[in-house]
């Protein structure tokens, strides 16, 4: 079946570092979406990308669809200590109705 | 409601019972999603329902999961037979069904089976 790579699976970083993260899939997806998940809660969608080698920015957010659809990755920019979570990145089908999610990146922040 | 609900928050069972996790999704979504997280995991696909249709069961791991949705609402996941490898975040999520949009995530049931 279709898989996602998240890497890294973890991150520590000093507070007002930018943050790279990014997913990679042995197949194509129409559309690549970039959630956030809080300690105790469900995960929020951050970005959404509808088109190859889209690149939308959500305040110090950036994400990228890949060219060849296969592949997304999420910057973080000046990061602050709110920022701490697990981020997860997730793939649409075709069908526009099942997501395939990746393992996870979680990121930790140091004042 | 202004978004997808689900009940208990916790819940804390022993092993071989069987339990109920309750979703209330957003108002009008027609499709909805169970996903199960194991600790330190990502969200693994359970099953999938779409308005009026046969659900899509190919997610559940086991003849021990099941789920139902009344009235095109409200579903429940059922697990009999516990176990305690069934410990895990069960989430719910909603979308509004006509394809290619955004799910919207629940707080999840944390399910401890001892």
């Known amino acids: 079946g279709q898989q996602l790579n998240q890497s890294p699976q973890s991150m520590f970083i000093q507070e007002g570092e930018d943050v790279s993260m990014n997913c990679t899939s042995s197949s194509i997806f129409n559309t690549w979406l970039w959630y956030k998940q809080d300690p105790g809660e469900g995960p929020v969608l951050l970005i959404a990308?509808?088109?190859?080698?889209e690149l939308t920015s959500n305040g110090r957010l950036t994400a990228q669809f890949g060219i060849t659809r296969k592949d997304s990755f999420l910057n973080i920019s000046a990061s602050i200590p709110s920022d701490v979570g697990i981020y997860f990145c997730a793939g649409l089908d075709n069908a526009g109705n099942m997501l395939t999610f990746g393992g996870g990146t979680r990121l930790m922040v140091k004042p | 409601g202004a978004g997808v609900s689900q009940s208990p928050s916790n819940k804390v069972t022993e092993k071989g019972k069987d339990v109920e996790l309750r979703c209330d999704p957003i108002s009008g979504h027609t499709a909805l999603y169970w996903y199960r997280q194991s600790l330190g995991q990502g969200l693994e696909f359970l099953i999938y329902?779409?308005?009026?249709?046969?659900?899509?069961k190919s997610g559940l791991p086991s003849d021990r999961f099941s789920a139902e949705r009344t009235g095109g609402s409200v579903s429940t996941l059922t697990i009999q037979r516990t176990q305690q490898e069934d410990s895990a975040v069960y989430l719910c999520?909603?979308?509004?069904?006509?394809?290619?949009?955004?799910?919207?995530f629940g707080p999840g049931t944390r399910l401890l089976v001892l």
């Open positions: 999520a909603s979308s509004s069904g006509t394809g290619g949009e955004t799910q919207y």
């Open positions: 990308l509808y088109k190859a080698g």
């Open positions: 329902f779409q308005g009026n249709s046969a659900p899509d």
